[in-house]
């Protein structure tokens, strides 16, 4: 979709963009008018968007593509990151770079060490299936002057995830994370529209204000057991919606003329939610709309509900959403009128 909005082969964006590879350390790329929560600018970053993951942004402060595959490696695996690893770089101990990340790690730095290769590879072996080390592998790695904290931390780890993988994802995330920075509204309606079902324009889309009270209503809900799990799922989009306001970026109202039925739209007015972003009104309805109106306007409120097949709920979204200003209840004519 990112692809369709922009013309741009995402085959060659650079894995090196600088203002890119910022963003996983900073917020400084998204030139922001006000200040976000987090002081790094990977919402909505597949891989990278988490609470827990940004954290891990935060400890270890990736430079580099091949730190990024790290963290991967890290936040994939059970174990490996919590209690492990986060522990080892924030007591200086080790560092990203040279901390267990992915399953190959362990044996490319054994056979480095003086492991031999064979029982280097069935060290791995055991470690990525939490089965920790047998009485020979420790003998074998002090043998090598592995540093004890290394044995403690493949005991510790119960999965480890391939570095393959890593590199998939890392480069995909990168990819996305790369139109984020320099092609920011198609970024925000490619989330959007995969998000569409969760969003609510009649929070949503009414400015920044609206969406951090939204925020701070769930948090506060959070804490004394009340919110329920659908409003701490809509966090991350109201999250999402703060940062695009704070770049300057934002909705334009719901039309029933120029919004599409399920689709996020460009405009010079901003992003264009969709009819079917307004809570209650279903995407078989915002779609009978849209075909309807193709036949030309709605001249009043019962003609569109006998174009469209609309029920009264639908109407009264329309209308509690300022989308039929304008638009009369009926043609008849009332005496008052020629009074």
């Known amino acids: 979709m990112l692809m369709d909005l922009t013309g741009v082969d995402a085959q060659k964006i650079p894995l090196d963009d600088k203002p890119t590879m910022s963003l996983f350390t900073s917020t400084k790329a998204l030139n922001l008018k006000e200040k976000l929560e987090t002081p790094v600018g990977t919402y909505g970053v597949p891989e990278f968007g988490t609470k827990f993951v940004r954290q891990m942004l935060v400890d270890t402060k ?43 790690d362990i044996m490319i730095y054994l056979i480095h060490m003086g492991v031999e290769a064979g029982h280097a590879f069935q060290i791995m ?21 592995v540093p004890e904290w290394y044995l403690t931390a493949c005991k510790k780890i119960g999965y480890m995830f391939p570095k393959a993988h890593a590199v998939a994802y890392v480069t995909m995330a990168f990819r996305i994370a790369y139109f984020k920075v320099h092609y920011p509204e198609a970024f925000y309606i ?19 204000d609206v969406a951090r009270a939204a925020i701070e209503d769930i948090n506060a809900r959070k804490k004394d057991g009340t919110a329920k799990p659908k ?102 004519i009332s005496l008052l009128d020629f009074m």
């Not at 490619?190 to 920044?208: H, K, P, T």
């Not at 409003?231 to 703060?242: A, D, F, K, S, T």
Request: with cysteine.
């Open 190 to 208: 490619a989330y959007f529209s995969v998000r569409a079902d969760d969003f609510d324009a009649s929070i949503m889309a009414r400015g920044i």
């Open 62 to 104: 990736p430079t580099t593509f091949a730190e990024l595959v790290r963290i991967s490696g890290l936040s994939h695996g059970t174990d490996v990151w919590l209690n492990n690893a986060q522990d080892l770089i924030r007591s200086g101990t080790t560092t990203l770079s040279n901390a267990i990340c992915c399953r190959d």
């Open 125 to 145: 072996e055991k470690v990525r299936k939490g089965k920790g080390l047998a009485p020979e592998d420790e003998e074998a790695m002090r043998a090598a002057n």
């Open 231 to 332: 409003e701490e799922g809509l966090i991350p989009i109201l999250e999402i919606c703060v940062e695009m306001y704070s770049r300057g970026i934002n909705f334009a109202p719901i039309s029933l003329y120029t919004s599409h039925a399920t689709d996020f739209l460009k405009t010079d007015e901003g992003i264009l939610p969709p009819l079917s972003a307004l809570p209650g009104l279903g995407d078989n309805a915002a779609k009978a709309i849209t075909d309807a109106r193709a036949d030309g306007p709605f001249k009043t409120i019962e003609e569109l509900r006998q174009r469209t097949g609309a029920t009264r709920a639908t109407i009264d979204i329309l209308q509690d959403n300022h989308c039929l200003d304008g638009v009369p209840e009926s043609d008849q």
